[in-house]
C-alpha cells in the first residue's frame, strides 16, 4: 500500500454513554486509493461519517475503530483523563474524577456500535 503524508485523514469520534468526554479528534494516513475514493464520494455529496464508511468501505471502517481505540488508550494515559471541572452554586469550582469523561473507560467499556465517527479530508 502506497502511504503519504498527503494521504492523512482527520477523524472526530464520540462515544454514545460518554458525552462529558466531547468530541476527540485526531489523524490517520491512508492509502492513496482509499483516499480518493473518499475525495470521490465527499464530491458527489456523501457524509464521511461512521455510517456511510460501514456500508461502503468496510476495511476502512474496521481500520478506523481500530486507530480509534487507540486513540482511546493513548487519551487515557493523560494524568487528567476523567477530570472535569464543576461549579459550585456560589461560583467556585472544583475537580473530580468522572467515568463518563474517561477515555479509559470509554476504550475498556464502549461497543463498536457506540462509537461515532465523522472523517475530514486533510
Not at 462529558?20 to 464521511?48: D, P, Q, W
Not at 464508511?53 to 494524568?79: F, P, T, V, W
Request: aromatic share 12%; net charge negative; no cysteine.
Amino acid at each position: 500500500m502506497d502511504f503519504d503524508l498527503n494521504n492523512s485523514i482527520g477523524i472526530t469520534y464520540s462515544v454514545f454513554g460518554f458525552e462529558k468526554a466531547g468530541e476527540t479528534s485526531f489523524e490517520m494516513s491512508i492509502s492513496e486509493n482509499i483516499y480518493e475514493k473518499l475525495e470521490n464520494a465527499m464530491l458527489e455529496g456523501e457524509v464521511l461519517d461512521d455510517y456511510y464508511i460501514s456500508n461502503n468501505l468496510k476495511g476502512l471502517h474496521k481500520k478506523i475503530l481500530k486507530a480509534i481505540r487507540r486513540n482511546m488508550y493513548e487519551e487515557g494515559q493523560d494524568i487528567n483523563d476523567g477530570i472535569i471541572e464543576e461549579r459550585l452554586f456560589w461560583g467556585g469550582t472544583y475537580e473530580e474524577y468522572d467515568t463518563n469523561a474517561s477515555h479509559m473507560e470509554m476504550h475498556n467499556s464502549a461497543i463498536d456500535e457506540e462509537i461515532e465517527y465523522t472523517i475530514y479530508l486533510g
